[in-house]
């Protein structure tokens, strides 16, 4: 008899809040059919309302079936909790006016009004969700922007927040040095499903540690910048000028590896050299510089 009594209240005399937000339409969020359960127990689940007015922590709601509004005073405190559409946690202050909401809670009756205590609330318009993804870059848009196609085969823009810190191998790089076909193997910020876009704070380019590991280059000696010693050799490798750096423990060496004279190095000599290419250099500004550890004139 009480549950039929309230239920006949509900559908009498139940407020409406004007607010102005336009037509009711729950799906448009991805929402479904409004819903009213009241169990005998007091407890309550409204689906598919929408906040109509916010005071403090106090949200005034309507679900809506054709042109019958059911309007709830929904109280919040320290104990409710707000899930966000994909699952992630928010806070009470996240939800917005005209946001459309599931609520689970406490039925209560005020001197003119009817109310929920909220202890579950989901909202299907917070729709941005911490993320992590992989893949790679397929396209370095002009507007500080560029297109991930991630290890699941989904396309999504990605841009970057304002502390973005991007890093290729070891070293932090400004969003000019990113380049289409760069692997990603890791980067991280706030999916916005509704844009399909990703406000990153960290990416990791994929560098090639090999690249910088000590190795022999041999080629052609096309220009001395400086003859002594700390000394500066350009020398044309496969077509790629490299800067060979020498210190005073370099080894200097003719082509039977007995020691030589720098000053004896003239240009088109066939020059061998043993060293690791800088790092920092080749990633920022594809400078190949050198700190050789030995050199050698293949013409003395």
Do not use: C
């Not at 005071?55 to 042109?67: E, L, M, P, Q, R």
């Not at 009817?114 to 579950?120: E, L, M, N, S, Y």
């Not at 941005?128 to 989904?154: C, D, K, P």
């Amino acid at each position: 008899m009480k549950k039929v009594l309230i239920l006949g209240l509900l559908l009498l005399v139940i407020p409406f809040v004007t607010s102005g937000l336009g037509e009711y339409n729950p799906q448009s969020a991805g929402a479904g059919n409004p819903e009213l359960h009241i169990k005998p127990d007091g407890s309550i689940t409204i689906k598919s309302a929408r906040i109509e007015q916010i005071a403090g922590t106090t949200f005034y709601i309507v679900a809506k079936w054709g042109s019958l509004p059911f309007s709830f005073t929904m109280k919040t405190d320290e104990r409710t909790s707000v899930t966000k559409r994909y699952g992630g946690s928010a806070a009470v202050t996240a939800m917005k006016q005209g946001d459309y909401i599931d609520v689970e809670g406490q039925f209560f009756v005020g001197s003119d009004f009817f109310g929920v205590d909220a202890i579950k609330i989901k909202d299907w318009l917070l729709q941005e969700e911490s993320g992590t993804f992989a893949g790679v870059i397929t396209e370095v848009n002009a507007n500080q922007t560029f297109t991930l196609r991630t290890t699941a085969r989904q396309l999504i823009t990605v841009k970057l927040s304002a502390s973005a810190d991007i890093k290729k191998g070891v070293i932090t790089i400004p969003f000019e040095r990113l380049r289409k076909g760069d692997a990603v193997p890791f980067i991280s910020g706030v999916y916005d499903y509704s844009r399909n876009t990703l406000t990153a704070d960290t990416v990791n380019i994929y560098q090639t540690k090999t690249d910088f590991l000590p190795r022999n280059f041999e080629g052609t000696l096309k220009q001395i910048v400086s003859g002594t010693i700390p000394a500066t050799l350009i020398v044309t490798v496969a077509g790629s000028d490299y800067t060979v750096k020498i210190s005073d423990k370099t080894l200097i060496m003719k082509k039977n590896r007995t020691s030589a004279q720098l000053a004896r190095f003239v240009v088109k000599d066939t020059v061998r050299f043993y060293g690791g290419v800088r790092e920092e250099e080749k990633t920022l500004s594809d400078s190949l510089i050198v700190d050789a550890e030995v050199v050698r004139n293949l013409n003395l």
